[in-house]
C-alpha cells in the first residue's frame, strides 16, 4: 500500500494526489481549512504522510513504511522520550545512537500550515543540527498540533513551556529540493530529507 492512499478519512472529504498538486499550485491565499493547507503544502514541499483514525492505523501505517523501504532490519534513531513513552508496548527497536541508524523517528511541536513545515525543537533533536539527522525522517503527529502559522506556534510553545522555553526551534520545510526551493534563504545549509508524517486524529 503507497503512503498516499490514505490522506483524509472519517467524515472528511478525499483528496487525490493529483487534485493536491493541481491546488497547490494555488495554495497561497487560499481561504481554505488549515489541515487542507498543510496537506497540499507538505506534499508540495515533498512529504509523504498517512492520516489515522486511531492508534492502531498508526501501526498499521508505520509498517506499511518500513515494508516499502525495507527497513525490517533497521533501528529508529531518537532523542525523543515522549515518543517512546507511546509507543512502549510496541517494543520498537530505538536506539539514542546516531551512527547505528539511517532512520529518526521523532514528534514534532506542530504542524505549519502555511508553508507546510514541521516544527521541533531540543525536546525532539536536543542540539543537534538538521543537517546531522539522518536523511530519513519518520514524525508522529496529531491534528491538534496543525496550526495556521510559524508566529501562533511560536506563542504556543511559549504557552506550553512557561517556566523554559525550549532551546533549537528549527522548521524542516524543504524535504527535496526542487525549482522553487533552491533558492530560498531558509533551505540553505540544509539536506534534503526523505520524510513521512503520521498523522493521528485527536480532536
Given at each position: 500500500?503507497?503512503?498516499?492512499?490514505?490522506?483524509?478519512?472519517?467524515?472528511?472529504?478525499?483528496?487525490?494526489?493529483?487534485?493536491?498538486?493541481?491546488?497547490?499550485?494555488?495554495?497561497?491565499?487560499?481561504?481554505?481549512?488549515?489541515?487542507?493547507?498543510?496537506?497540499?503544502?507538505?506534499?508540495?514541499?515533498?512529504?509523504k504522510f498517512?492520516?489515522?483514525?486511531?492508534?492502531?492505523?498508526?501501526?498499521?501505517?508505520?509498517?506499511?513504511?518500513?515494508?516499502?523501504?525495507?527497513?525490517?532490519?533497521?533501528?529508529?534513531?531518537?532523542?525523543?522520550?515522549?515518543?517512546?513513552?507511546?509507543?512502549?508496548?510496541?517494543?520498537?527497536?530505538?536506539?539514542?545512537?546516531?551512527?547505528?541508524?539511517?532512520?529518526?523517528?521523532?514528534?514534532?511541536?506542530?504542524?505549519?500550515?502555511?508553508?507546510?513545515?514541521?516544527?521541533?525543537?531540543?525536546?525532539?533533536?536536543?542540539?543537534?543540527?538538521?543537517?546531522?539527522?539522518?536523511?530519513?525522517?519518520?514524525?508522529?503527529?496529531?491534528?491538534?498540533?496543525?496550526?495556521?502559522?510559524?508566529?501562533?506556534?511560536?506563542?504556543e510553545i511559549?504557552?506550553?513551556?512557561?517556566?523554559?522555553?525550549?532551546?533549537?526551534?528549527?522548521?524542516?520545510?524543504?524535504?527535496?529540493?526542487?525549482?522553487?526551493?533552491?533558492?530560498?534563504?531558509?533551505?540553505?545549509?540544509?539536506?534534503s530529507k526523505?520524510?513521512?508524517?503520521?498523522?493521528?486524529?485527536?480532536?
Amino acid at each position: 500500500m503507497g503512503v498516499f492512499d490514505r490522506l483524509f478519512g472519517g467524515g472528511k472529504k478525499k483528496i487525490s494526489k493529483e487534485e493536491l498538486e493541481t491546488r497547490g499550485e494555488h495554495a497561497t491565499g487560499l481561504n481554505i481549512p488549515v489541515d487542507e493547507k498543510f496537506t497540499i503544502n507538505f506534499t508540495k514541499n515533498g512529504g509523504k504522510f498517512i492520516y489515522c483514525e486511531n492508534f492502531n492505523e498508526v501501526l498499521d501505517g508505520l509498517n506499511n513504511i518500513v515494508s516499502e523501504n525495507n527497513w525490517q532490519n533497521h533501528l529508529f534513531y531518537t532523542l525523543d522520550d515522549n515518543l517512546k513513552e507511546r509507543f512502549v508496548n510496541e517494543k520498537l527497536p530505538f536506539t539514542s545512537l546516531r551512527k547505528e541508524s539511517d532512520i529518526f523517528f521523532t514528534t514534532c511541536e506542530n504542524l505549519i500550515a502555511h508553508n507546510g513545515s514541521i516544527l521541533v525543537c531540543s525536546h525532539q533533536i536536543k542540539e543537534h543540527k538538521l543537517t546531522e539527522l539522518p536523511t530519513n525522517l519518520i514524525v508522529f503527529a496529531t491534528t491538534s498540533q496543525l496550526i495556521d502559522s510559524i508566529s501562533e506556534a511560536l506563542k504556543e510553545i511559549k504557552n506550553k513551556y512557561k517556566t523554559r522555553i525550549p532551546d533549537n526551534i528549527t522548521a524542516l520545510k524543504h524535504f527535496q529540493l526542487s525549482d522553487e526551493n533552491k533558492n530560498d534563504f531558509l533551505s540553505y545549509g540544509s539536506a534534503s530529507k526523505n520524510i513521512y508524517l503520521l498523522l493521528l486524529e485527536d480532536y
